[in-house]
């Protein structure tokens, strides 16, 4: 039976909560399209995450997603929901993250949701509704050079307030660590808000949250709380947790490609250090604005190289690079423009028989495997590959590790690549 529906805003996330739930032993695959939803036999899973690119599209286009995802959710017997952003809160002041949580509070019948974006495991927390990343407030951290998303402050409640009609409230840390009864009371306040910014600074405040909103038709979060709500109903059932170790896919035979789109620091590095190794087309978007010329003349450079080393395309560039894309182009031109190349490149090295991704970003991950036509994939457990690995098994074998552009050491790509040779000798 299907305990939880998760709506991902972007593939990567998707994919890193899929995976964190299939270590702890629930089955979660993931769906990138309503109808592929509809088509899951709701026997053969105990969770599902429906991942669509909608974190930068229009707030009523995210709105219409969200109340489809809902519904078609419901329609499988879910009543418990989950909408799932990235663990930096990364929106603007139109969303989508307000407008968003908003329709699918609506959707699932709640009175109230909460934010929890904070992923202690890896040292993103809450405190005073402000964010930390480590020990760096948010708006000092990398995140404020992000070139879609800059981030340039670290309150939360006032990052969400001018994204939805509704006053944001605050469940601070010193009531939470009180128990359930006091958050209850401060949530059964007169004229409580319908939103509340979550503090949380380690597991123990998870297991807390749990306590509260266990019951909640929707709750929202990065990659973490839905592990812990999922332990809950579990221990609630009296059913004993059984990890998984599902590291290993199914292979899929074929050419070996690195698509990369992100801009962020660890990703810049991971592309360097391939490209000691193995060719790499850097593609300078002020020169390639006539997409389909620039998309043949790198579908031509791939075949002059040799088929039995993988290679790599990037769009990534440093931070003076991405200021000059976005002066000439503006700062969603160059972003859909770099899209485009990536999604159509992918589409025609996979004519040509490539048939193992990695992708790093998680805008570009979403265009990659929309341009695939890939609408349901077999997720690993959660491991060093940062919960990307992925499997389509029809109707084509195709493997992917998908990242986001802030994870991973500098030898990432070759980790990635190596896991899906691995599953393929196997």
Not at 251 to 262: D, L, N, Y
Not at 300 to 307: L, S
Request: proline share 6%.
């Amino acid at each position: 039976m299907l305990e939880l529906g998760v709506l991902a805003d972007d593939l990567t996330g998707g994919m890193m909560v899929a995976s964190l739930l299939e270590a702890d032993g629930i089955r979660c695959p993931l769906v990138s399209s309503v109808e592929a939803l509809a088509a899951l036999d709701p026997s053969t899973a105990d969770a599902v995450v429906l991942a669509r690119k909608i974190r930068l599209i229009e707030p009523d286009l995210a709105i219409a997603e969200a109340g489809a995802a809902v519904e078609a959710m419901q329609k499988l017997g879910i009543q418990r929901f989950y909408y799932k952003y990235c663990a930096t809160f990364d929106c603007t002041d139109r969303g989508n993250i307000g407008p968003v949580a908003l329709a699918m509070l609506e959707a699932s019948g709640g009175s109230q949701t909460i934010f929890c974006p904070a992923f202690p495991r890896h040292t993103v927390t809450v405190f005073q509704g402000r964010m930390f990343i480590g020990a760096t407030p948010l708006a000092d951290s990398f995140k404020k050079h992000d070139p879609v998303t800059p981030m340039l402050n670290s309150n939360l409640v006032e990052v969400l307030e001018p994204q939805t009609p509704e006053s944001v409230g605050l469940i601070p840390h010193g009531v939470l660590v009180q128990g359930t009864q006091a958050v209850q009371a401060l949530l059964a306040k007169e004229n409580a808000p319908k939103l509340y910014i979550a503090d949380t600074a380690d597991d123990a405040d998870l297991e807390r949250l749990c306590e509260v909103v266990l019951d909640w038709p929707l709750t929202t979060g990065a990659d973490a709380l839905p592990v812990f709500l999922s332990r809950a109903w579990r221990g609630r059932q009296g059913v004993a947790l059984k990890p998984s170790q599902k590291n290993l896919l199914p292979g899929s035979p074929g050419r070996e490609v690195v698509i990369a789109g992100s801009c962020a620091g660890p990703t810049l590095r991971q592309i360097q250090h391939f490209g000691e190794a193995h060719p790499v087309f850097r593609v300078n978007l002020l020169e390639s604005q006539d997409a389909d010329a620039t998309v043949q003349q790198i579908l031509t450079w791939a075949d002059a190289q040799p088929a039995d080393q993988p290679l790599a395309i990037a769009t990534s560039d440093e931070l003076e690079g991405v200021e000059k894309n976005q002066a000439s182009l503006g700062r969603q031109g160059a972003a859909a423009l770099a899209d485009r190349i990536l999604g159509e490149v992918a589409r025609g090295l996979y004519a040509k028989g490539f048939r193992k991704f990695v992708v790093a970003g998680g805008e570009t991950s979403g265009q990659v495997v929309n341009a695939l036509g890939i609408a349901r994939v077999e997720v690993s457990v959660f491991d060093e590959l940062g919960g990307g690995y992925c499997h389509q098994a029809a109707p084509e074998p195709v493997s992917l590790v998908l990242k986001a552009g802030a994870l991973g050491q500098a030898d990432f790509f070759f980790r990635a690549l190596e896991r899906m040779r691995l599953a393929e000798q196997h």
